[in-house]
């Protein structure tokens, strides 16, 4: 079992910058891969950003690449997003997601384990 709590969302105006934060528990966190997700009301869920179990293999939607930039710590069982030049789309709520293997993947039925989401919200 893996417990995920997300932080540092916040409310930020279009061209701003936010940290996101991951922290991880209960299985070894170095043993998957870490995504970033969000979800906007009535829309489906959206891959935003993926590393593997070492933070390599960086891979990132084309809507945030070169934006946002995902990073984690395995010391700290923590996964990062930092999130620049934000625009008004960029607003969801923001879920990390732990992986079934080691690898990183833009596929949500590779994650088995999720965080409650954080709020970001950008205004024009």
């Known amino acids: 079992q893996v417990q995920l709590v997300e932080s540092g969302g916040g409310q930020v105006q279009a061209g701003g910058s936010l940290s996101l934060s991951c922290a991880g528990s209960g299985r070894t966190f170095s043993s998957y891969g870490m995504a970033w997700f969000r979800r906007v009301p009535g829309k489906e869920l959206e891959f935003v950003a993926a590393?593997?179990?070492?933070?390599?293999?960086?891979v990132y939607a084309d809507s945030v690449k070169g934006r946002f930039t995902i990073s984690r710590d395995n010391v700290k069982n923590t996964v990062y997003l930092q999130m620049n030049s934000l625009k008004p789309e960029d607003t969801a709520v923001y879920s990390c997601a732990a992986a079934r293997g080691r690898l990183s993947s833009s596929s949500l039925y590779e994650y088995a384990y999720w965080g409650q989401g954080t709020q970001v919200t950008v205004s024009s």
């Open positions: 590393c593997d179990w070492s933070g390599a293999m960086p």
